[in-house]
């Protein structure tokens, strides 16, 4: 309620009136506060609840894309609610900025905009105004992503003499009589396959720019760039193997099979190689390949150079390689804490409930030297792991004459017994991690485009998801961004970088060209 205090009434009657006007407003002000206030805790609650849901039983999970969905929905809802709260005093109830408020990233362009008072005196007393500071403030802005066309103009010369021509050749196009620059390709193919957008989709959002380009365009495209990447990948993946300590996993990967109407299932093979925890001096690297179907020979010809320690999961195509005798297998210890983990939720089991607090007792030792040396690893784990080990064989061992042969549990400690060796494995290297989470948390990003573009085309699109994935992960596990990394390359490649050079393009050893002054 605005009052203009300059017209007050003089009826005391009227004056009573106006304060209980008052009152009741303020009353029902209270009230509306109250009820949102109520609505942002009731929001806090769900998202609190969703949040606990992920790590609840399996089957009680909520899906990872859904999940962030739903969070997204409900933290607009409390935004909305949140607007409708009367506004703090801006100086004296001004929250302390959390760290990553303070600053915006420092690399990003600044453009001032000055907000200046309207007169040059002062509106009290008329006196001149003079500069003693100034306010700052920053809010992040975006400009959306928009297309140009570069003209390439190559004048040409006549010689009056001998009335010869002369002209520039003709820049090379990365795809023949194609219309996009690398540029282009590079966020055609990022956009697939770092950020799972489906190039139909991405024609969608190209049109509403007022550019017409065809999905089968897009595809072109794709093929293309992944011609000129191909190189760069086989030298990514001879890299890897030429390791002596890497992870091996594989993951489905669902394929058109036009013949019979529906799709059949490939397999997209990752090795990777991380030696960070140890303080290695070699960079991440994670390299994909694909082939259409699982049978063992697929590994064992892609690590066929390789030799030292291997570190994978259950899958018998990669046990049959420790009969070369010049690879040794490294198992998973967190296969086998899910298997017990699966069993303790279900059943509630006092036995799987123990090797889970065994297990976790091996973690916190691998937590506490995360970073150190390999040797000084080893040196930690003789000390600390080594006893643990040496007491959860025999236990596991007495556990099983106890309990049902043909049971889930009975299986969780046959599936531990029965590799044991190999679980032991990190106990003599430093190298050696107890698990196998970074090729799983390479998998990660090829199971969420599944659920994006559904399936591959051909064996050929497959192939190229191996291709362009291999660089951008491992573009991003070297803190690199992969837009700029492959519309680079592309170009580098395009202006005829030495195939000699190549290892210059692999994204650890890659710096952009910075343009001339």
Not at 73 to 92: F, G, H, M, S, Y
Not at 345 to 373: D, F, K
Request: glycine content about 6%.
């Amino acid at each position: 309620m605005n009052i203009d205090l300059a017209a007050l009434p003089s009826d005391v009657n009227a004056l009573h009136q106006m304060v209980r006007a008052m009152a009741a407003q303020m009353a029902g002000d209270r009230n509306e506060i109250a009820n949102a206030r109520a609505e942002v805790e009731k929001l806090r609650l769900i998202i609190q609840k969703l949040q606990r849901s992920q790590f609840g039983r399996r089957s009680e999970r909520l899906d990872d894309g859904q999940l962030a969905l739903g969070l997204e929905d409900l933290d607009a809802d409390i935004a909305q609610v949140e607007a409708r709260l009367p506004a703090p005093d801006t100086e004296k109830n001004k929250p302390e900025p959390s760290p990553r408020q303070r600053r915006l990233p420092e690399h990003l362009p600044r453009e001032d905009v000055t907000l200046d008072v309207e007169a040059g005196a002062c509106p009290h007393c008329s006196g001149a105004l003079h500069l003693i500071g100034e306010s700052v403030s920053e809010i992040l802005d975006f400009v959306p992503a928009r297309f140009r066309v570069l003209r390439i103009r190559r004048p040409k010369y006549g010689c009056r003499a001998c009335g010869s021509i002369h002209q520039a050749p003709a820049p090379e196009r990365p795809i023949t009589k194609g219309m996009a620059s690398p540029g282009l390709l590079a966020h055609v193919i990022t956009s697939k396959y770092c950020d799972h957008t489906p190039l139909y989709r991405q024609a969608q959002i190209f049109a509403r720019q007022g550019v017409e380009i065809e999905r089968s365009t897009l595809a072109n495209w794709v093929g293309g760039a992944c011609w000129w990447l191909t190189p760069l990948h086989e030298r990514l993946a001879a890299h890897v193997v030429a390791s002596t300590k890497i992870f091996a996993d594989d993951t489905p990967v669902p394929v058109l099979d036009p013949g019979r109407g529906r799709t059949r299932t490939g397999r997209l093979w990752v090795y990777a190689r991380d030696d960070r925890p140890w303080a290695g001096p070699d960079p991440p690297a994670a390299v994909y390949l694909y082939s259409p179907d699982r049978r063992a020979e697929r590994p064992a010809s892609h690590l066929k150079t390789f030799h030292g320690i291997l570190q994978v999961d259950g899958y018998a195509g990669f046990e049959r390689l420790a009969a070369r005798g010049d690879i040794h297998l490294a198992a998973c210890w967190a296969h086998v804490r899910r298997k017990f983990y699966d069993v303790s939720e279900a059943t509630r089991s006092p036995i799987a409930g123990e090797a889970l607090r065994r297990i976790a007792e091996l973690y916190a030792v691998e937590t506490s030297i995360c970073g150190l040396s390999a040797e000084q690893r080893q040196q930690v784990r003789h000390q600390l792991s080594r006893p643990f080990i040496a007491a959860l064989k025999p236990w596991l061992e007495t556990e099983l004459g106890r309990i049902p042969d043909r049971g889930p549990l009975a299986e969780a400690i046959r599936y531990a017994l029965a590799r044991w060796p190999a679980l032991c494995l990190f106990l003599a290297d430093g190298r050696v991690e107890m698990d196998n989470n970074p090729v799983e948390r390479a998998i990660r990003p090829i199971a969420l485009g599944r659920k994006n573009h559904l399936f591959a085309g051909s064996d050929g699109g497959a192939a190229r998801w191996a291709i362009v994935c291999s660089l951008v992960e491992t573009a991003k596990l070297n803190g690199v961004e992969p837009f700029a990394y492959l519309k680079d390359v592309l170009q580098r490649m395009l202006d005829g970088h030495p195939a000699s050079l190549i290892d210059e393009l692999l994204p650890w050893n890659w710096r952009p060209i910075t343009p001339a002054n």
